[in-house]
Each structure stands twice: as C-alpha cells, then as structure tokens.
C-alpha cells in the first residue's frame, strides 16, 4: 500500500508477491487442530512406553524359558547321572554278594568235608579197637600207634588250618620266606618287600586281581592287610607284618565288610571273603 501512495506499481506488485509467499509457507492452525496434534504427540509417546515395556516382558519370558529349560535339562542330567551311580552300586553290591555267598558256600563246603573226614577215621578208629578186641591186632602197642598217628595227622591239619597257607607254590616262593623271616624277627626284622608280594599273590592266585577291584577303593594300608589275609596270615602275624596294633587290623577289617555290604560283619567274616578269593 506505501507503494501504491508513492505511485511505485511495480514495487507494490513485488511486496504482494512476497507477501503472499510468506503466507502460504504456514499453516493456520486452529486450536482444535493444535489440540488434536499434541495428542496424537502424546499418544505415539505411550505407544512407544508401551511398545518398550511388551519387549521387555518378552524379553524377560525369554530368559525365564532359557533358564526353565536349562535347569530342566541339567535335572535330568543329574537324574540319569544319580540312577547310573545308583545302578553300579547296586551291581557292584551284587557282584560283592556273589562272592560272599561263594565263599560261604566254600567254606561250608570244606567244614562239611572236614566233618565226612574225621568221622570217617574216627570210625576207622573204633574199627581198628573192635579189630583189636577180638584178636585181629594182638600187639596193643600197634593200637596205640594207630591213634598216636591219626592224632598227628589231626594236628597238622589244624596247623594248616589255622593258617590257611595250603598253596605249595606260595609257601615255596621267595616272599614266602621274608615275610616267615619279618615275623619271627618282631619289630627288629620290617617286611619292605610289598610289591614283590602283590607280584607274586597275582602270579598264584590270577582271579584275586579281578576279584579284589570289584570291592570298594582302599587304601594302602588296607590293600596290605587283604593281600594278607588271602595267603592266610593271622591277625597278630598281620599285625607285625603292617607295624599296626592287632585292634587295628580287627577295625579295618570290620569297617571294610560295611562299607562293601551296608551291613555289620566280624573281621573273621572279612578274613574269609578274603581267603576265597
């Protein structure tokens, strides 16, 4: 309009070009239109508080699916790892029956024959008196004889069943002597010679190897006193031989026989598992 007054046409036609390009570059916005924008603002602000609060709870259901399976997968481990552990102890414990009720049988065996055998001579005996008496054996001194020798054969066999040494190859070995040699010296004379001695048992008796691992780990100690006990040693020579008290060689014999079958045993029951083997 101070264009127009001045009579500058052209100059008017100029500002009203601009003018109108300025006012065409923004938008009248009624109040409505502004209230409507900033809510449509404030809800793409909760939708995106919202969007991140679902990931989150996915995220969380994730791990706690992650950590579900895992320890499941670790429980069945630990269950098939218990039922295998379990498993064995029970075979092991099985195994170990098998060869207690052996050696039971064993040595119920070798008492039954030991019983058929001295009935036999003492009937054998009252034979040779009932032959005697009527005349058969005139000479009393062969009765007497008879009964010295028979009392003899008895004594040796409880010699050599008190120790148990009845293997020919063992009581000819080399070891053999050393250990005879530990015991008679006492505690002046100390047996060294371990490892010949597991050397030789195994040479004699191949099976005590096998059978020997099938029972609980021991100690070296307690190895000792097994290997002794198979070739038949006492408990008091043990007790020499291993420099321990004979009430010791009594409780690692008794807590070996629990700890193998859950059950109480005497130290003369671990000793004849032992022999049997």
Not at 171 to 177: D, G, P, T, W
């Amino acid at each position: 309009m101070q264009s127009l007054k001045n009579g500058d046409a052209e100059g008017a036609l100029g500002n009203f070009v601009s003018y109108k390009n300025f006012v065409d570059s923004v938008d009248i916005v009624s109040p409505r239109d502004a209230l409507a924008s900033a809510n449509a603002m404030y809800d793409y602000e909760l939708k995106e508080k919202e969007n991140l609060k679902l990931e989150m709870h996915q995220m969380r259901q994730t791990v706690y699916i992650i950590v579900s399976v895992t320890i499941a997968i670790i429980i069945a481990l630990l269950s098939m790892l218990t039922y295998f552990i379990l498993w064995r102890r029970k075979r092991l414990l099985e195994t170990r029956m098998e060869i207690l009720n052996k050696a039971l049988k064993r040595e119920r065996e070798l008492k039954e024959e030991a019983i058929a055998e001295k009935e036999m001579e003492m009937e054998q005996m009252r034979r040779q008196l009932a032959e005697s008496k009527s005349g058969k054996i005139g000479n009393e001194e062969q009765v007497f004889a008879v009964a010295d020798r028979n009392d003899d054969i008895q004594k040796k066999k409880l010699i050599v069943r008190s120790r148990n040494l009845r293997d020919k190859k063992f009581l000819e070995s080399e070891v053999f002597k050393k250990l005879m040699l530990a015991i008679s010296g006492g505690e002046n004379v100390k047996f060294e010679d371990w490892d010949e001695l597991f050397a030789t048992v195994n040479r004699i008796y191949p099976s005590y190897k096998d059978n020997i691992a099938k029972f609980c780990r021991m100690s070296e100690i307690q190895m000792k006193v097994c290997v002794l006990l198979k070739i038949g040693m006492s408990f008091s020579d043990i007790s020499v031989l291993v420099i321990r008290s004979k009430d010791t060689i009594y409780s690692i014999c008794t807590r070996l026989y629990f700890k193998n079958f859950k059950t109480k045993g005497t130290a003369s029951k671990w000793a004849e598992l032992m022999r049997s083997l």
